[in-house]
């Protein structure tokens, strides 16, 4: 989370919000959907209800990947697809 703010950014400082695409290398690879809820305390968690993946440790970011499995990232973990410069 940025400092002083209730929002959570992302590994370039970008603020990350619901329908936002996002992307996280993984294993060689990478792992990308479009953002469906941001968490940022256990009360959130709770508010929410059931959401398909278990979350321990607020904020995270919660999205379905490219092959349909709902996964949930820390913040500074993701990149904004329309920045990636590769």
């Known amino acids: 989370m940025s400092p ?3 929002e959570v950014v992302d590994r370039d400082g970008q603020p990350i919000h619901v329908g936002e695409k996002v992307w996280s290398h993984l294993r060689g690879g990478r792992q ?4 469906e809820a941001v968490l940022l305390s256990q ?3 709770h508010n ?3 959401i398909g993946v278990v979350i321990k440790h607020p904020p995270k970011v ?3 990947d490219q092959h349909g499995h ?3 990232h820390n913040p500074d973990a993701l ?3 329309e920045a990636e410069q590769e």
């Open 48 to 50: 929410v209800g059931d």
């Open 43 to 45: 009360e959130d968690i």
């Open 4 to 6: 002083g703010t209730k």
């Open 62 to 64: 919660i999205f379905t």
């Open 79 to 81: 990149m904004h697809a």
């Open 32 to 35: 990308e959907g479009v953002v």
């Open 70 to 72: 709902k996964v949930s």
